[in-house]
């Protein structure tokens, strides 16, 4: 029994020492990309052409290809875009392709944790677009994927290995993406111009601290100056005891309650225009 425990002990021993890290035969590589307000990644292994012939051979034409080695690549994208033509919402997808003669068919597909081909599922696709398969100006060992060409609204997303190269257009609304991000700040700022006024409104109501109330309400109006806001800045004043401004500031709420034809607060900064 002893001699059997010693037996497993240097068995674990032995394949925990052999476990050591050596360089990948095709390493491992990402490229990521901003385009406008976009982010672009792609995530692949990069074999490389080691003296062999690849199209034709190692790779065979008119054939489905993982596009890597060890997994299937994976390309990125943070917003919605246009792949060639082809609407792709924002995701992850794994990226399949047939390469042909003159020609290759570059397919996304939703599964994007895919080890190779055996698992590939053409339903899933969402993307499959044909685009030239051409000699490339330089011979590259490792194989390579790409963002080039970068300007604010498009992209394109460049393959080479050995003396081949594609490149597939991509083009996003980032001027449509820019709109979004504009609302969403104004959004944004009316939501903090209005919590400081609920808050002054809020000491007024309860009578609680009224250099608190003054201070919120000021807040408010520095953000953006409505007329509801300026009323209760004019209030806030007038509870610190500051008539003056608070009238100032009663008077000008009137203006703009006129100018926004909104009664109900015209008719309450004359009560409180008149009450000053």
Not at 17 to 41: D, H
Not at 232 to 243: E, P, S
């Amino acid at each position: 029994m002893k001699k059997s425990v010693l037996l497993v002990a240097f068995a674990l021993a032995t394949v925990a020492s052999s476990a050591q890290e050596f360089p990948a035969p095709s390493p491992k590589a990402k490229n990521y990309q901003m385009v406008g307000l976009t982010e672009m990644e792609v995530e692949y292994s990069r074999p490389g052409v080691k003296g062999r012939d690849i199209f034709g051979d190692l790779v065979p034409l008119d054939k489905l290809w993982r596009t890597g080695a060890n997994r299937a690549t994976k390309v990125s994208f943070s917003n919605d875009v246009m792949f060639a033509g082809t609407s792709v919402e924002a995701g992850t997808y794994a990226v399949f392709t047939i390469p042909m003669k003159d020609k290759i068919k570059v397919m996304l597909n939703s599964n994007a944790n895919q080890g190779g081909t055996g698992n590939y599922d053409e339903s899933l696709n969402v993307a499959a677009v044909e685009v030239p398969f051409m000699k490339s100006p330089i011979v590259v060992e490792r194989m390579s994927f790409s963002f080039e060409n970068i300007e604010d609204s498009k992209a394109d997303f460049v393959f080479m290995w050995s003396d081949m190269m594609f490149s597939v257009p991509i083009t996003v609304d980032t001027d449509a993406q820019v709109i979004v991000a504009m609302e969403d700040k104004m959004k944004e700022i009316n939501g903090v111009y209005g919590f400081y006024e609920d808050a002054a409104s809020y000491y007024l109501k309860n009578d609680r601290d009224t250099v608190k109330a003054l201070e919120m309400a000021k807040k408010s109006v520095e953000v953006k100056e409505v007329f509801w806001n300026m009323h209760t800045l004019a209030k806030a004043y007038h509870a610190n005891g500051d008539n003056k401004k608070a009238k100032e500031t009663a008077m000008k709420s009137l203006e703009m309650s006129k100018e926004a034809e909104y009664e109900p607060y015209i008719k309450m900064n004359e009560k409180l225009i008149s009450e000053l």
